[in-house]
């Protein structure tokens, strides 16, 4: 069995070969990326980390189960590669043209792009542009890390056998939106956290990210945008993927920009803790290329619990002052944002009024 048998097809399935193939990137091959991956999910670092996140107890039971067992953690891994791989054609079977991907180089985002650039070779012939978008907020830094990580991502799936036509020199754009940010996130977070009952950042963060996310696939001529969020964020109270949010969202862009199919293809896939690490390793990405982002100064500011129809009544009012202009996309990897927004946001974090609500780390 050779690289090129990484996937196999028959009848609708898609197959993960053999792990003891020597399928080898950098240093890694399937297997031992794996192994690294069943290692990492069984330590006690890992099942500590669980008990931090706002999930169901039930959930949280279920996973330690799954991490103590090997074989179903491979079972488990085949059966997301098959899922996510069908899910993804299905989405990108209702749109035409090149397809978008906002990529932060996160697990979720990275998963993303490794399975579309195999369905690209493998169901449509390379036919169609893969566009990577990374919206800088002003939140973060780091900001070379998701071009790092998805050239990483494209030396692994080429190293498989699979062909590529991408060209991350031109097909990753950097988009610096750390100015609307001042208006519709920083500006308004002590009055969007007196509206909703908790703070508002990610909620904020989300409406304005897809909002312009949507205009420059507009720009780029996108056909289809892959959000990565899942059902899993959702089950840990993270507000900016309630169904609520994702409700009003969808209505936005059907009545702003109707040609362009948008949404979150792996939103019913990825419903377990270890399941993008499971996903990525079966594709050969060791667990330390797992996640390599640009961390964000406003994470951890989920809400214990949450009002969804308020919520989405917040959504709406958002979404009324959003009138994304011309986009600016630049495929050079920026030193800094127009506007760096961390100092403000870690001051708001500290104040224990903001962050009342909020489930604790």
């Not at 103590?68 to 079977?93: C, G, H, I, T, V």
């Not at 990483?152 to 498989?160: G, P, W, Y």
């Not at 209505?251 to 702003?256: I, L």
């Not at 214990?304 to 129809?309: F, G, K, L, T, V």
Request: hydrophobic share 40%; charged share 20%; proline share 5%.
């Amino acid at each position: 069995m050779g690289n090129e048998q990484l996937v196999s097809q028959g009848s609708d399935q898609i197959t993960i070969a053999d792990p003891q193939v020597d399928i080898v990137t950098g240093g890694f091959d399937v297997a031992t990326s794996m192994i690294l991956a069943l290692e990492f999910l069984a330590s006690q670092d890992y099942l500590d980390g669980l008990r931090v996140k706002n999930l169901p107890e039930s959930l949280i039971l279920q996973t330690e189960e799954l991490v103590d067992n090997p074989k179903a953690l491979l079972m488990r891994s085949e059966e997301l590669f098959n899922q996510a791989f069908d899910a993804l054609r299905e989405f990108y079977r209702e749109s035409e043209g090149p397809i978008l991907i906002p990529y932060s180089g996160g697990r979720d985002s990275s998963s993303i792009f490794a399975l579309t650039l195999l369905l690209n070779s493998l169901e449509f012939d390379n036919s169609r542009r893969i566009i990577l978008v990374t919206a800088l907020t002003g939140f973060a830094g780091n900001l070379q890390a998701p071009r790092e990580q998805a050239e990483k991502i494209v030396e692994q799936i080429r190293s498989l056998g699979i062909q590529t036509n991408i060209d991350l020199n031109t097909d990753h754009y950097y988009m610096d939106l750390s100015g609307p940010y001042s208006e519709h996130v920083v500006r308004s977070s002590l009055e969007d956290r007196d509206k909703l009952g908790h703070p508002g950042l990610c909620s904020s963060c989300k409406i304005t990210m897809e909002a312009h996310l949507a205009q420059a696939a507009k720009q780029l001529g996108a056909g289809a945008v892959a959000l990565g969020y899942t059902d899993l964020q959702a089950m840990q109270q993270w507000p900016e993927q309630s169904e609520a949010q994702q409700a009003e969202m969808q209505t936005w862009f059907r009545d702003n920009y109707p040609g362009i199919v948008i949404g979150s293809p792996l939103n019913h896939v990825i419903t377990l803790p270890p399941d993008t690490t499971l996903l990525l390793a079966a594709l050969g990405l060791p667990t330390d290329h797992h996640k390599q982002e640009m961390p964000c100064a406003a994470a951890r500011t989920n809400p214990i619990s949450m009002d969804h129809q308020n919520h989405a009544g917040f959504v709406r009012g958002k979404l009324k002052k959003m009138y994304p202009g011309e986009i600016s996309l630049s495929t050079e990897i920026p030193k800094r944002t127009d506007v760096d927004h961390a100092a403000v946001i870690m001051s708001l974090k500290q104040d224990s009024n903001f962050m009342s609500g909020v489930f604790p780390q």
